[in-house]
Each structure stands twice: as C-alpha cells, then as structure tokens.
C-alpha cells in the first residue's frame, strides 16, 4: 500500500501537538491564575515583558542551528553533526551564562528591575537550559521519535504547574516570606514564576541525557563552518521574527505615556494576546511536523504539487481555529480575569495575524529547500524594520490596540512577498483563488454571527457552533471536490 503523505504529515503533527499543543494548553491553565491571582495589572505586565526577552535569547542563543542541523543531517552522518552542533552552542550558551552572572545587576538597572535583580539572573538560567535542549529535541524530531518528544515536553509542563500552584496558590505566604529571606526585602511573589519554570527546564535537560549518550564534544572546521554559514541567515531571520512577534511587549512601556499607565495595558494586551494560543499552538505543531517532512519530500519529482496542497488543508484548519476562538469569545474570555477582558477586541486581529505569520512560514520552504536563506533574511529584516516603523507610529496614540494592528499589517505584507518572491525561485503551483476563497468564507461566517447580535448567550453559542459547521462542511467540500477533478478528468482522456 502506498505511503500518503499528507496523512503522514497529519499524523506527525498530531504526534507533536501532544508534545506541544498539550502541554501549551496546560501551561495555558496558569493564565487565569496569574490574571486572577495578580490583579494589579502592571505586575501581569511583568511576566509578560520577561518572557518576551526570553523569546528573543533563545533565537539569539540557538543562532538557527536547529534548521541546519536538519538540513546537514540529511547529506552527513547525524552524530557528528549533533555533536558539532550541540558543542557549538554548549560553548556560546556557557559563555552567555558567565556573562550574565558577572553583569545581570547591570542588566536589572537598564530595565527598571533595581529591586528585582534576581528575576534577570533567574531568566538568563532559564533560557540556558533551554537552549541546551534545543538540539537534542531536534535530534528526537530527525529521530521520528515523537512520542519521547511528547513526554519530556509533558513533563516539563507538569512539574511547572505543580511548582506554580504549590508556591503561588497554595502556601503563597509561606513562600513570600522564603523569597524575601533568600532573595532580599522586594522580592515579590512573581519570582517564583521564574523558579518554578528553571526546575522544570533543568529537569527536562536531564530526561534528555539518553540523547546526550553518544555525545562527544566536537568543534570540527569541517562541518561547523558551512553549518554557520548556512545558519546565519537562519538567526537573522529568527530574531526579525522575534521582533515581529515580541517587540510590541518590549516598546508598550517605552511608548505609552506614563498617565495611561504602560505596565497596566502591557498586562492587558499580554493577557488578551494568549487567547490567540490555539493558532500560535497549531503553527508551533505544523512546525515541528514539517520541517523534516518537507526536506525528506523535496526529491519527490510531485513535490510542489504535494506541498500545495498540504498549504490547503493548513490554511482551512488554520481558519477553523480562527473562528472556533472568535464565535466562541464567550467561553475562551473566562479564561483571563475580568480586569483584563477590556481587551477582548484585539484577539480577532491578534488570530488572523499569527495565522498570515503560519502561512509565510509554510511559504518558506521555497528558500530553506533552494538554500537561499539569505533571501528569507531579507523578507524577515524587512518585516522587522516594518514592525518598528508601525510600532513607534501606532502605539502611543492607540496603546495595545496600535500594536495589534502593527503586527497583523506586518504578517500580511510579509505572506504576500515571500509568495510573489518565491514563486519566481521555486514553484509551487498552490490554489490562490481557493485560498482566497475559503478566507472569504470564514469572514462572512464571522460577520454575519455577529450581526446577529442574539442577547442570550445559549442561543448565540448554537448558532455560532452552525456557522462553524457551515464553513467547515463547504471548505472540505470543496477540497475533496477540486482533488476529485484531475483525476476524473485523467480518467475521461484515457
């Protein structure tokens, strides 16, 4: 029986989304916690502003070795070019570590945490262990071992939880007070936040150590230098693509005058920001799934046409996503406390930008196959320098409100010029007008379930659950249909 590859995909995705979308969706529990638990917003706005800058370092720290590693994997033995490239950042990792050992109260007083300085060190040790971790978490995905992938992922999140709940709900003062005594007199219960995620990412370093068996400390010219070569880009592209996504958490406090209160809309916008969870979910678990899957199909002489259609069945799940949050608000806003739902207008804005930022990174195999990383750099630079252009134009008029918009505009304009630019590098005969299609109807299923305006909510979740059944029945419909055509048709000519 022959092989499908789209269900192989599928079933792949689904294999890392419980490695992934499971254990995002537990950690997700703790945002209602924190926007309860932390009702000054301000401090939420704290958490969100830190883990924006650890965003940013472990791009910075992993410097696209990850994607390299897959690409050499495929021409060179994978153990050495695990061991190249683990060597490589365990050097660069250990130096950033020193580094912000030496300095982080220096650190603390550029960013307004002079009474905090412990949560900057707590940070840099978090994005260390995680870094570590990111090549033998490739090498688990080269491996096809999902499963294992699966549950260090579960695990982490779950001793996560448990330490959250253990120092913040359930012996709060107990732990005030022990931060205090180690930490000095300001230390505030958020600190354990930090705590809790560095020994849940210590202990998936150590469920790790199977990987790291074989493991011999290398650093061979050989195979370092093209690797980094081929890679550069790929970190230039990755930290454009951290400022799309995060810098807008950074700027808010700088941008906003102080009267409107920064940190308080941070929190709010941050909070608002993780209803759009399930679509950032579902890229993340594409992610995972394809990138190895599209480099093992690019010899298949039907692979273009393969990689076009698993775009349609990604931007229909895509826009189910989108419609299953927003016809939904009504269930998905009890998940944030009630001081931070003044932001509920931004989720639709925030899901139809990450699902235009899943599409360019589906887009973007054109030039991660053809090895012309260096014109994906272009196109993520470019979206970066747009990013700060919108940012710095909207947000201090429009708060929170600017910087969603900022990010949708930007997503768009960078789906669309990687699609022209690619399409005269690598063709891929994808179905434009179907896409565009089924994008026109999901947004008439959004706009007409809200003209409806029904006051009970009972009756509007039911004729909001139609509306997603309507788009979902027409749109897979039409797919089988158009996939049913080429092969009538082959049938009549023979």
């Known amino acids: 029986m022959s092989r499908n590859p789209i269900k192989s995909l599928a079933g792949q995705t689904v294999v890392y989304g419980m490695g992934t979308i499971v254990p995002r969706l537990l950690n997700y529990l703790l945002v ?37 590693f897959f690409r050499f994997a495929q021409k060179h033995s994978p153990s050495k070019i695990f061991n190249n490239a683990t060597s490589s950042i365990i050097l660069t990792t250990g130096i950033f570590v020193l580094f912000s050992t030496l300095f982080f109260n220096d650190f603390a007083r550029w960013l307004h945490y002079d009474g905090n300085s412990s949560y900057i060190l707590l940070v840099a040790l978090i994005v260390a262990f995680d870094t570590i971790a990111a090549i033998p978490f490739a090498m688990l995905r080269k491996q096809n071992k999902a499963r294992k992938f699966a549950i260090v992922r579960l695990v982490n999140v779950a001793v996560n939880l448990f330490l959250n ?131 093992a199909e690019a010899e298949n002489k039907n692979a273009p046409e ?25 269930v998905f806003k009890l998940f944030i406390g009630p001081g931070y739902r003044e932001g509920l207008h931004i989720v639709p804005i925030i899901l139809m930008a990450n699902l235009f930022n899943g599409i360019y990174y589906n887009l973007a195999i054109w030039y991660k196959l053809t090895d012309r990383t260096g014109s994906g750099a272009i196109i993520a630079v470019g979206g970066a320098l747009m990013t700060i252009v919108l940012n710095f134009a909207l947000i201090p008029p429009f708060g929170y409100y600017g910087a969603a918009w900022a990010t949708l505009i930007v997503y768009l304009l960078m789906m669309l010029c990687s699609f022209f630019w690619g399409q005269r590098v690598y063709f891929i005969p994808y179905n434009s007008i179907r896409i565009l299609v089924y994008f026109a109807l999901a947004l008439a299923v959004y706009h007409l379930c809200g003209m409806l305006n029904v006051q009970q909510v009972a009756i509007r979740l039911i004729l909001n659950t139609l509306g997603l059944l309507l788009f979902s029945v027409l749109a897979f419909w039409i797919e089988a249909c158009r996939n049913r055509l080429p092969a009538r048709m082959e049938n009549a000519g023979q």
């Open 165 to 295: 709940f253990l120092t913040i709900i359930w012996f709060p003062e107990y732990f005030t007070k022990l931060g205090k005594i180690l930490l000095g007199p300001e230390t505030g219960l958020v600190v354990w936040v930090f705590i809790s995620n560095l020994l849940a990412s210590a202990l998936s370093l150590g469920m790790l150590s199977e990987t790291f068996r074989n493991f011999r400390f290398t650093i061979s010219k050989e195979i370092l230098k093209p690797m980094l070569q081929y890679a550069w880009p790929i970190l230039i592209i990755g930290l454009a693509g951290m400022v799309n996504e995060m810098l807008d958490k950074i700027l808010l406090k700088y941008l906003i005058p102080a009267e409107k209160q920064p940190m308080a809309q941070l929190g709010i916008y941050g909070a608002n920001y993780k209803l759009g969870v399930l679509m950032t979910l579902f890229i993340q678990m594409f992610r995972y799934a394809a990138e190895p899957f599209f480099f």
């Open 306 to 330: 393969l990689f076009a259609r698993v775009m349609n069945y990604f931007v229909i799940s895509g826009l189910i996503i989108f419609l299953g949050v927003t016809l939904f608000m009504d």
């Open 32 to 68: 209602p916690v924190y926007t309860r638990l932390f009702q000054d917003q301000a401090t939420y706005g704290q958490i969100t502003e830190l883990y924006a800058y650890v965003a940013f370092l472990l791009v910075l720290l992993t410097y696209g070795m990850e994607t390299a």
